[in-house]
């Protein structure tokens, strides 16, 4: 079956699935990127040491889509807790899709894998931060059911300073 895109491009339908370690090669290549566009310097080989780590020892739960040209996205969950509400919660920390496949609903049809996944292992919900001049990134957000948390202020302690 084919989707199409609205510009009328033909794709196939993708594949979202959890990431194994036979990913790894494609995966450090689209997680540079997303690293690179949050303007940190190239580190293949740190980022491939990162997600080898995180893979073994099953810290996080990486989705990722995939058409026929290959791994075109990840989702990247990380497991936290609720103690008001006794429940597990996930902490979705980074979405990305690869410049030539944006636009086409891979962004969206991660978060609803993300969803899927809090829902299947009983949280409470997923939380997420963008910045606050990410218009793309808060508009997506809010249209996939996200809503804004103007109750509480997030703080952060950097270590080393």
């Not at 566009?37 to 080898?52: H, V």
Request: aromatic letters at 12%; proline letters at 5%.
């Amino acid at each position: 079956m084919q989707n199409n895109t609205p510009a009328g491009k033909r794709i196939p339908d993708p594949e979202t699935r959890q990431a194994t370690f036979a990913d790894l090669p494609a995966l450090v290549t689209l997680f540079e990127a997303y690293r690179v566009f949050y303007k940190m310097p190239a580190d293949p080989d740190g980022a491939g040491r990162f997600l080898t780590n995180l893979l073994e020892k099953k810290l996080s739960i990486i989705y990722v889509i995939e058409t026929n040209d290959g791994l075109c996205g990840f989702v990247q969950l990380y497991p936290l807790f609720s103690s008001t509400r006794m429940k597990p919660l996930w902490l979705l920390n980074d979405l990305f899709v690869a410049k030539a496949s944006r636009g086409l609903g891979y962004s969206r049809l991660l978060i609803e894998v993300a969803k899927q996944h809090a829902v299947q292992s009983g949280a409470c919900g997923l939380q997420l931060e963008t910045h606050r001049d990410n218009k793309v990134a808060n508009e997506l957000y809010r249209v996939t059911g996200f809503g804004l948390d103007v109750e509480h202020n997030y703080y952060f302690w950097q270590a080393g300073t």
